[in-house]
T-cell receptor, first 114, second 116 residues
């Protein structure tokens, strides 16, 4: 079983739409959760960390369900510039956590069209 | 502020040739450093990580090697490239500390390697 699994997509949505991505992780000891964004042929960049209580950053809302080992990202009022691949990322928990080992999902591709 | 550099940005090499990719970090000391590879249409694969000078751990057996000759320098090498070594090579750093926010890794711009 993969450490992190995501909706493969692609998601194609019009500007202004709301879109949600889901992710599950296998290691119940994981403590840190992130969403990264990767533009075509570029490096991944941190979009936001995900906290237990859920958190919001402008049009982006991330939620964590530890019991179900499930993470989500909601994008409201989609912009053309939101087109990218979104990577769900989870740390290794007690296994090698002092080394900051992160596990990356394969990513979900989003295309926002005008 | 911290910055991470990688070079070259793009590289085309014949099968069997050697490889040397360099990564340097500025604005921080004693970072954890990581090498990843992202093959076309695939996820990020961790290749090596380092917690200090001369300390290298390998995640995947392969014909690649890594070295850390200085605190903020991380080098990825190969003596003989294979076709399967083609991919997008990313270096990342993480600052030391405790707490979930310090697990964040920051990536360099990457090197796109094509082996022909």
């Amino acid at each position: 079983r993969k450490e992190v699994e995501q909706d493969p997509g692609p998601f194609n949505v019009p500007e202004g739409a709301t879109v949600a991505f889901n992710c599950t992780y296998s290691n119940s000891a994981s403590q840190s959760f992130f969403w990264y964004r990767q533009d075509c042929r570029k490096e991944p960049k941190l979009l936001m960390s995900v906290y237990s209580s859920g958190n919001e950053d402008g049009r982006f809302t991330a939620q964590l369900n530890r019991a179900s080992q499930y993470i989500s990202l909601l994008i409201r009022d989609s912009k053309l510039s939101d087109s990218a691949t979104y990577l769900c990322v989870v740390n290794g928990g007690s296994r090698g956590s002092t080394l900051g080992r992160l596990y990356f999902g394969r990513g979900t591709q989003l295309t926002v069209w005008p | 502020s911290q910055t991470i550099h990688q070079w070259p940005a793009t590289l085309v090499q014949p099968v069997g040739s050697p490889l040397s990719l360099e990564c340097t970090v500025e604005g921080t000391s004693n970072p954890n450093l990581y090498w990843y590879r992202q093959a076309a249409g695939r996820g990020l694969q961790l290749l090596f990580y380092s917690v200090g000078i001369g300390q290298i751990s390998s995640e995947v057996p392969q014909n690649l090697s890594a070295s850390r000759p200085q605190d903020r320098q991380f080098i990825l090498s190969s003596k003989k490239l294979l076709l399967s070594d083609s991919g997008f090579y990313l270096c990342a750093w993480r600052k030391l500390g405790s707490g979930s926010t310090t697990d964040t890794q920051y990536f360099g711009p990457g090197t796109r390697l094509t082996v022909l």
